[in-house]
């Protein structure tokens, strides 16, 4: 075939046009490729400049850049890494060497070719991920004032920024306090503008009671001269916190509310609602809704309130104090004025007591000092009070307790038969006093209790969990001691009325109360030590003991 003489095959025309078409669109293609990586290579130092200056500019500060880098795999991506912000000074002392203003883990972004030939740099949305805050001390923000927009340019515009677990740090120099921290899992913010409010959106967990808090509202226009009165608003919602996390009490909290003002006098109104608010000592639920107008000072966390309206099941109280962050032990100070103006004493009870049903019902006001320090115990172990309170209409549930109170009244008012006669009297009791309460025992001052023909004043404790009462003091009774009984008890006790009769009473003997919620102990309290008047009375005391202790089981309360 070889000596065919035969010819290969020629291309057409055509074909040759297209290989050439082909070998033409390829070496664009490479040129391109070659143009881009120029472009990215030249880009990445320029863009990384313009990050810099516009930082730096912005914040008049020290910008420091770990890494940085441009990306043509998911379309012109911006990143970088370890990005500092530093101030005139350290903003926290707190943590070991010197922190940043502002610090961020990583951060990245997309913009086009053509942007990089444009001044400012627009760039629709950056994301940030560990974005810290470190705001300085009130005493410090003065270095503040000069981080603005002086000289230099703003090289890049940013309409959005994402970030993920950013945390802010208010730092104070305030002896006894330590910095409040801020931890936000999701905060998104538009028209960041330098002379423009902030809109964000904020998603944080609250750290004790643990619950999550959803934000929106508007931040700014930041005032650097004076930082404190940059405006803040917007509205909130708390759910799901779990009060179980505060040692000592229980419940699911919900709470929703807005907000308005300037950084350091926050307006506050709000209400919670907790369907099953209960404290350890009793674990009995019932139901807690609060209104709430507070004054927040956003710079260090302190709260006024002022006030606050508590409803348990249907008791109304109100209170108005504090709550502040203290350094030893750390955590918050609670200082609250309490008042009830009409209340119902067994609503309380149900909270505070394990007893059930409640040990009484009737009406209460009360006035009190609350002081709640931080620390482990549990809250009834922490909690401090001291006030004054009056229970009117009281009846006891306990039909063993009324029944005895039923009796002394009758007695009291020289009517024994009727005490005798089983028949329910239910005679209404009145109570006041005054009391302190340390370590979940309250320590009465005074304490006056009264019924119809008979009142007793008293001193002594009573435990929280109902297992101590140790109350001493004396009864002033309207009858004579022998027309407190009936029959040859009368006669006997005749001889011994001038001994008890005295200041105006029938009859006043000493007496106490012991025992345990379940089993309390009511009776005559000659064996304990008490002030006497003087030797001669003591000794007629004595004389008319032995009488008064015959009709003491007919007698004693």
């Known amino acids: 075939m ?24 390829l070496l664009m ?19 990384r400049a313009r990050v810099i200056e516009t930082l730096s500019t912005k914040f008049k500060a020290k910008v420091e850049l770990d890494g940085f880098s441009v990306s043509l795999l998911k379309g012109f991506e911006v990143s970088g890494k370890g990005l ?13 060497g010197v922190q940043p203003l502002i610090s961020v883990a990583e951060f990245r972004f997309r913009t086009g070719i053509a942007d990089l030939f444009r001044s400012p740099m627009h760039v629709d949305t950056v994301h940030v991920k560990a974005l810290a805050l470190n705001l300085p001390p009130r005493e410090q923000r003065s270095q503040m004032k000069s981080m603005g927009p002086k000289g230099g340019k703003i090289r890049i515009v940013v309409d959005k920024l994402v970030c993920d677990d950013t945390q802010l740090v208010i730092n104070t120099l305030k002896p006894g306090k330590l910095p409040l921290e801020f931890d936000i899992a999701s905060l998104r913010m538009t028209s960041i503008g330098p002379d423009d409010p902030m809109h964000f959106d904020a998603d944080l967990t609250n750290p004790k009671p643990v619950g999550n808090v959803l934000s929106s509202g508007s931040f700014g226009p930041w005032q650097p001269d004076s930082p404190r009165d940059t405006p803040v608003s917007g509205t909130y919602s708390f759910n799901d916190a779990d009060l179980g996390t505060i ?4 419940g699911i909290l919900s709470s929703t509310g807005k907000y308005h003002g300037i950084l350091d006098n926050i307006v506050v109104d709000g209400a919670t609602d907790t369907p099953d608010f209960r404290i350890a000592i009793s674990g009995r639920p019932v139901p807690l809704h609060t209104d709430f107008h507070a004054i927040v000072d956003g710079t260090n966390g302190d709260t006024y309130l002022q006030p606050v309206k508590a409803k348990i099941l249907n008791t109304w109280m109100t209170a108005n104090g504090s709550v502040v962050r203290i350094k030893d032990p750390k955590g918050h100070l609670v200082e609250l004025d309490v008042v009830i103006e009409r209340g119902k004493i067994d609503d309380l009870l149900k909270l505070a007591i394990k007893t059930d049903p409640p040990i009484m019902a009737g009406t209460v006001r009360l006035k009190t000092k609350l002081t709640l320090p931080p ?28 029944g005895k109170v039923d009796a002394i009244s009758m007695r009291s008012q020289g009517k024994p038969k009727l005490a005798e006669d089983n028949i329910a009297d ?19 001052s005074q304490l006056r209790f009264q019924v119809p023909g008979t009142q007793v004043n008293l001193t002594g404790i009573y435990s929280l969990d109902g297992n101590q009462f140790d109350f001493h003091g004396k009864a002033r009774l309207d009858a004579k001691l022998s027309h407190m009984v009936t029959g040859w008890k009368s006669i006997l006790l005749k001889p011994a009325d001038p001994f008890f009769s005295k200041h105006g009473a029938g009859t006043e003997v000493p007496v106490k109360i012991t025992g345990t919620k379940s089993e309390p102990h009511f009776g005559a309290d000659f064996g304990h030590k008490e002030d006497q008047d003087d030797g001669k009375e003591k000794g007629s005391k004595e004389k008319g003991k032995d009488q008064s202790n015959k009709a003491h089981d007919d007698t004693k309360e």
């Open 84 to 96: 500092r912000i530093f101030g005139a000074s350290d903003p926290n002392n707190h943590e070991p």
């Open 426 to 444: 239910n005679v209404a009791s009145e109570l006041k006093g005054t009391f302190n309460l340390v370590n979940g025992t309250i320590d009465f």
């Open 29 to 47: 293609a490479i040129a391109a490729v070659i143009a881009l990586s120029i472009v990215v290579s030249r880009a990445e130092p320029i863009i």
């Open 247 to 250: 040692k000592g009490i229980a």
């Open 2 to 25: 070889a000596g065919s003489g035969q010819k290969p095959p020629r291309s057409s025309p055509r074909s040759r046009f297209w290989y050439w078409i082909g070998g033409m669109v």
């Open 375 to 402: 620390g482990d115990p549990d809250v009834s172990n922490r909690i401090k009070l001291s006030g004054s309170f009056q229970v009117s209409g009281a009846h006891f549930s306990n039909d063993k307790i009324q």
